[in-house]
């Protein structure tokens, strides 16, 4: 969808219900025109973060790391615009309704700190399957001749790495794997392949087993509400940026567990805005676009829809095929084909390994960003 098309009417605020509804209240730490422009503001601002990812999410861009890397910038300006926003309101944080609406958002927040921690597991698991596409490259080095050896270390590899990739959920497809190509050795039998797949689950999850990413974003969709006029009314408007920062937070949460390996991933999530809010066309609009992603039959049973894990297990399934299919003595045509093979491997390799460090620091600045801001604000109610 244009972005033009976001930035027409949206019907009626909260915010002008709100003006309408205190236009003979005189008791304001500010003039009232300032605050309502000030909140405007934010309302304003929010919606061109979402609208300039729209834009960004053409050409196969959306859900990769670059993409959620932007959409990690666009919630930490947010952030810091709804921090401004409660710094300069305190006086008016601590009574109700919004002691309690405030409250209510920073519960949510914590829950969102323990995706974050998910997600930076799940960036581990990345960094394993980096290591097995080492290690293809490594036996396949386009530089040196392909020999048996060589080709029995990519082939246990690349078996690794298919069984590492599979949906947690999806434990029948690995008996399956494991009895491929007989010819580059024995079989393992049916229990160490399960045994081997819970040692490579191990390597990344340091949440709790019990832990779960799906019931932790219904938990913060949780009676999810917009504001009540008279909440609105009462909080001088200041019920309404908390709202939207809280949709914002959810948006966000939803999507890296989308995009990235999680234990008990999940994406029914009941997430809907209404349109009037400014913002709300944008982010339904990338909400639909990744739910349809998600519904591709193509990555139904992925652990996750990073664009860079489709491309790593798209050029890791080719290789797997191709080294399958090879018999020694290895023909001229054959080796070249490996050789190619080899070369996009690497170039897939090389952009997960250039943005996954940067990608880690944004995670890590999330979080921590959202835990000052709490700890500020919390101190302000008190």
Not at 175 to 203: C, E, I, P, Q, V
């Amino acid at each position: 969808m244009p972005a033009t098309e976001f930035q027409g009417s949206f019907g009626r605020s909260l915010l002008t219900l709100r003006r309408d509804q205190t236009d003979s209240n005189h008791h304001h730490h500010q003039p009232q025109n300032t605050m309502e422009a000030e909140l405007d503001s934010f309302q304003r601002q929010v919606a061109e973060k979402f609208i300039d990812l729209n834009a960004s999410a053409g050409d196969n861009n959306l859900l990769s790391l670059d993409w959620i890397s932007k959409l990690l910038d666009s919630f930490l300006c947010c952030q810091e615009e709804f921090r401004a926003i409660i710094f300069n309101h305190r006086s008016q944080i601590s009574a109700p309704p919004m002691d309690r609406i405030l409250s209510d958002y920073f519960e949510r927040s914590i829950k969102a700190l323990d995706v974050c921690n998910a997600i930076r597991d799940g960036i581990e698991q990345i960094r394993q399957w980096q290591k097995l596409s080492d290690i293809v490259i490594s036996a396949l080095d386009s530089h040196r001749p392909v020999g048996e050896g060589q080709l029995r270390r990519a082939k246990k590899a690349l078996i690794d790495l298919a069984i590492g990739m599979l949906d947690e959920k999806d434990h029948s497809s690995t008996t399956s794997l494991a009895h491929r190509n007989r010819s580059f050795g024995r079989a393992k039998d049916n229990h160490s392949h399960h045994r081997s797949f819970g040692h490579f689950r191990s390597l990344s999850w340091s949440v709790s087993r019990s832990w779960s990413a799906s019931k932790q974003l219904q938990a913060l969709a949780n009676n999810l509400n917009t504001p009540k006029p008279n909440d609105v009314a009462a909080s001088n408007g200041l019920a309404v940026p908390v709202y939207t920062m809280t949709s914002v937070l959810l948006f966000v949460m939803w999507v890296l567990v989308a995009a990235i390996p999680c234990q008990d991933r999940g994406l029914q999530v009941n997430f809907s805005v209404p349109r009037h809010y400014q913002w709300a066309v944008p982010v339904m609009s990338l909400h639909d676009k990744i739910v349809e992603e998600s519904k591709r039959r193509d990555r139904k049973n992925c652990c996750g829809l990073l664009k860079e894990i489709d491309r790593i297990e798209k050029s890791s399934k080719v290789m797997n095929e191709l080294v399958d299919s090879i018999q020694f003595p290895l023909s001229e045509e054959k080796e070249s084909e490996v050789k190619q093979r080899v070369v996009e491997l690497v170039e897939v390799h090389e952009g997960l390994k250039k943005g996954l460090d940067p990608f880690e620091r944004k995670v890590r600045e999330v979080f921590h960003r959202i835990v000052r801001s709490r700890t500020e604000s919390l101190d302000s109610l008190c």
